[in-house]
């Protein structure tokens, strides 16, 4: 970076404010839906798709876009049907959204 290009303090505290806001999402992607999702609770599980679905509008990033379809696609092989239904909706849906960019 040259001399007369350096970033303003404002720039700086906009990316750290960012990069924090992104390992929140990716810790609770990670941690608290994907455990959700694994619940014995069939309303568990079905609420942890609706979050994905509704967070996967936030994952920009391309680890935090996998993190989501990876547990969406895993509710594919769930024992109940009407789990298994809901996240064909939602990835259906994801795909539709992300096609749309």
Known sequence: MAK???CSEDDLIAAYH?????????DFISGV???MSHGELEFQRITSLDLLSELSTLAYQVDLTQS???IV????GDKVKKVQCHAI????KTIMRKSAF
């Open 4 to 6: 007369g290009n350096r």
């Open 18 to 26: 960012e990069h924090c806001l992104r390992e929140l999402l990716r």
């Open 33 to 35: 839906l994907q455990e």
């Open 68 to 70: 989501v379809l990876s």
């Open 73 to 76: 696609v895993n509710k594919l």
């Open 89 to 92: 909706n939602i990835l259906v």
